[in-house]
Structures are given as structure tokens and as C-alpha cells.
């Protein structure tokens, strides 16, 4: 019994250790705690990186007082605006002003001076954290635009984790509190996204990664699996345009684009579709988000807001991706000045001529 009692105190003090060392420094820190969004306020990330083509070999990331990427608001700011979505819109691995985003600030503030414009983008948010997003903080703020990139993280997503469900009982509370049960998590999660394929990786050759060849059967069925979840998407994105409009937001959605194709790279001759990328390959992949695109436009058809289909428009070449989904310096380049000459063509954000 005794010796029980010693491996109990034991374990006790390793997990109290655990905890209060977590609480100073916590490398598998996550940015949602039971619901509830924590943004990483005032912090810079430093980050080496080896040989990655189409990157650079050091990256400076900063978040300012709000938790996103951009210039502090000041009151002299005439015109608000917000871009959201996941990792492909956050770009952690581009330095801070080559992300898409601020790309697009610097091109719309030559027509207005005065224009805020932040990076609110979150690495791994679906369109559950979008929601969450906009409930807990973006309202708050009232910006007069609002540009999502959405539906990639929604791919085969039906429900949130439970860890993910809002309850304000005192145990929830607790455990907001912990970092030791959300970083366990956190690290679950990272497992889960690379099984999907989604997690980052730096691909330095293309034509050595590993391939994955399905007929046309097997992909017909992975497709088939996906339309379940088509639904919950359309209703959370549905949910955030109303919130939009009740607010008088103006939304602006925005196609995913990403390698993943069909189609021979026209930098490396490699086949797109082969590509393994989680349990699929590129082609299944890329029809998958396709299908997530189209019920993107369908939604901003039906309710009248802004649709910029950039997955049309980029073409699937490796100098604009340095894997199968996150930009390069030049494809955020060109993300940017696709987002800004559809925002002139079709005049989306008329707020953006000088006044």
C-alpha cells in the first residue's frame, strides 16, 4: 500500500511539474481551448528553414495587440477589414507583409490611405472555428469587410471535438485553465491532420514524393463518402453570412485553391493527381475540393454576397505551393493580386475608391 502511495505522489508531482512548466513555456499550445478561441497576442515566431523552394530561409512572424497579423487599428483607420480562413490564409510560413493578405493591403491602400486591413487567419480553423471566430472577437471589432478563404479544413468534418463544445460548467472551466489536457489534445489533433494530409510539410522534390494511384471506382467512392458532410458545411457558412449581413458586414468568400489537380506540373512535368496526400491522391483530392468550392459559390449566389473563384485562376504549378495547399512568397503574390483585381472587376468593396 505504502509503495502505492509513493508511486501516486509520484506521479502527482511529475504532472504538477508538467503543469506549471506548460503554463511558462508550451510548444504544443493550441489556439482553441474548449471552444473558446486564444489568440496569440503580441508574439513573434522565429523560424529557420532549410533549402525550401519558393520560401524563405528565415521567417519573422508577428502578431500584434489583436492576436492577427497587420498593423495596429488607429483612429484615423476610415475603412475596416478583415481576411479569414485557416493556415492558407495565416501563411505562418511567409514573413510578415508576404503573406496574401497584407500583399492585398498594400495594393487597396494606394486607393485608400486609411485602409485597416489584418490577417486573422488561424492555422487548422474549419468553418466550426470561423463561427467561433467572428462570434468571440471579430463582431466586437466591426469592420466594414470581411474576405473568408473557407473549405478546406471542412473536409470530412461533420462534428466538432468534443473538447471543441462550449460548456461553462466549473469543470469546463478547469480545464480551460489546464494546459496539460489541452496540450494532449493539441497533439492528438496534429495526428489527426497529418492522416488527412493537411498538416505542413516542405516538399523539396516533388517527383519524389510518394505516389497513390486509384481507379476511378475508388475515388467515386471516396466523393460519395464526402457529401455527407456537405450539409453541416453549408449551414455554418450560412450562419456566418447572416451574421454578416445582421451586422452590416460585407462578406467576401473565396474559393480554396490548392495544387492538388489532375494535371502535369508544368514546372516538374510531375503527375499532380498521383501525389498521396492523407488517404487520396491529388485527383481525388482536388475533385473533394471542388465539390467544397462549388457549394461555396452556391450559398454566396443564393444570398447575394461577394465570390472571388481564385481556384480557377491560380494555376496548379510547385513554384506557387510549397506542398500540396500552403503558398509560396510567389504564390501569395499572386493569390494577392487575383483577390484584388476581382475585388475592382466586380466591385466588391466600392468602399475602397477614395472618397
Request: proline residues 3%; contains cysteine; hydrophobic residues 40%.
Amino acid at each position: 500500500m505504502k509503495r502505492a502511495w509513493k508511486i501516486i505522489r509520484f506521479i502527482l508531482i511529475i504532472v504538477i511539474g508538467l503543469e506549471i512548466f506548460l503554463h511558462f513555456y508550451n510548444p504544443f499550445s493550441g489556439r482553441v481551448k474548449n471552444g473558446e478561441i486564444v489568440l496569440p497576442r503580441n508574439v513573434s515566431y522565429s523560424v529557420g528553414i532549410d533549402h525550401i523552394p519558393g520560401l524563405d530561409s528565415h521567417i519573422l512572424h508577428t502578431k500584434n495587440s489583436f492576436g492577427f497579423r497587420g498593423e495596429e487599428l488607429r483612429d484615423d483607420h476610415d475603412l475596416k477589414v478583415l481576411c479569414m480562413g485557416g493556415s492558407t490564409t495565416e501563411c505562418f510560413y511567409l514573413n510578415d507583409g508576404r503573406d496574401w493578405p497584407n500583399l492585398l493591403w498594400k495594393r487597396l491602400k494606394q486607393e485608400r490611405p486609411k485602409i485597416w486591413l489584418n490577417n486573422a487567419g488561424m492555422d487548422g480553423q474549419s468553418s466550426f472555428g470561423h463561427l467561433a471566430m467572428l462570434k468571440q472577437y471579430i463582431l466586437d471589432l466591426k469592420p466594414d469587410y470581411i474576405i473568408l478563404m473557407c473549405g478546406l479544413n471542412d473536409i470530412g468534418l461533420q462534428n466538432p471535438s468534443t473538447f471543441d463544445t462550449y460548456d461553462n460548467t466549473w469543470f469546463k472551466k478547469v480545464y480551460n485553465f489546464l494546459e496539460l489536457p489541452s496540450t494532449i489534445v493539441n497533439i492528438i489533433r496534429a495526428g489527426d491532420a497529418k492522416k488527412a494530409g493537411l498538416q505542413h510539410r516542405f516538399f523539396k522534390d516533388f517527383s519524389k514524393e510518394e505516389k497513390l494511384v486509384l481507379n476511378d471506382s475508388q475515388i467515386y467512392r471516396q466523393l460519395k463518402d464526402q457529401k455527407k458532410f456537405l450539409s453541416g458545411y453549408v449551414e455554418r457558412i450560412t450562419e456566418f453570412t447572416n451574421l454578416c449581413k445582421k451586422n452590416n458586414i460585407g462578406l467576401i468568400f473565396v474559393s480554396q485553391a490548392i495544387l492538388f489537380s489532375d494535371e502535369q506540373d508544368p514546372f516538374t512535368d510531375v503527375n499532380l493527381g498521383e501525389i498521396k496526400t492523407g488517404t487520396t491522391n491529388g485527383r481525388g483530392k482536388s475533385l473533394m475540393m471542388k465539390m467544397y468550392n462549388e457549394a461555396t459559390f452556391n450559398l454566396a449566389d443564393t444570398m447575394h454576397v461577394g465570390f472571388i473563384n481564385l481556384s480557377a485562376r491560380l494555376p496548379k504549378d510547385t513554384r506557387f505551393f510549397y506542398d500540396g495547399y500552403h503558398f509560396t512568397n510567389d504564390g501569395a503574390e499572386m493569390v494577392a493580386d487575383i483577390i484584388y483585381d476581382e475585388i475592382k472587376t466586380q466591385g466588391l468593396m466600392p468602399a475602397v475608391k477614395q472618397k
